[in-house]
């Protein structure tokens, strides 16, 4: 874990859904690729993945659950904040050390000291929340977060209008190193397709 004073990560200007936040997507490797990238991900497969970052699948258009997790994240950020304290906002990250590695933060306070993930979850996530348990396909995203930022201990906010979750998770080294090591391989992938793409199109 490094010092929060000493930045592993640099900040873009650009906002969140927006095209060239998509296209800075595609160009690495997301916090929400990575349960892909380690097989803990029930929506969708690497190869799915490797399509995409290639430019050979398109981005597929949110489907409810993730349309209503991005219209409550900004009521839930706000609960956030109020429950602890904590001023965040919202901020892309990418990876002074692996320019391909990145994150777009659902939080992230202006000292760089605390990060918080928001999820606004169906009832078994959340139940599984309130147990204390993150649940498993969420793991890989909060622990590249942790890579990229840096930081200790990030803060999952499980967020219903009728109840709230607040877990603190703390930094995994051994997983890190093993996730970092896995998206290097699927990074090399991809570049190596890409590359191999574009040879086929210019012949």
Not at 77 to 103: K, L, N, Y
Not at 106 to 131: M, N, Y
Request: glycine share 8%.
């Amino acid at each position: 874990m490094q010092d929060p004073s000493i930045k592993s990560y640099r900040k873009l200007d650009f906002e969140q859904n927006t095209a060239e936040w998509l296209s800075w997507r595609r160009q690495g490797i997301g916090a929400s690729d990575a349960p892909v990238v380690m097989g803990l991900s029930p929506w969708q497969k690497a190869g799915e993945l490797l399509l995409l970052k290639t430019g050979q699948q398109a981005e597929r258009p949110a489907n409810g659950y993730m349309q209503r997790g991005k219209d409550l994240e900004p009521l839930a950020r706000e609960a956030f904040i109020r429950h602890t304290g904590i001023e965040v906002e919202p901020v892309c990250v990418q990876s002074t050390d692996h320019a391909w590695m990145r994150a777009s933060l659902d939080g992230l306070s202006a000292d760089g000291r605390h990060v918080v993930e928001i999820k606004c979850p169906g009832e078994k996530d959340h139940r599984f929340a309130a147990s204390g348990c993150v649940p498993e396909k969420y793991f890989p995203q909060l622990q590249h977060i942790l890579a990229v930022t840096g930081l200790g201990e990030i803060h999952y906010w499980s967020f219903r209008f009728d109840h709230t979750v607040l877990l603190k998770v703390d930094r995994d080294e051994p997983f890190i190193a093993d996730l970092i090591e896995k998206e290097i391989d699927f990074w090399t992938r991809v570049c190596a397709t890409a590359d191999g793409l574009a040879a086929f199109t210019a012949s």
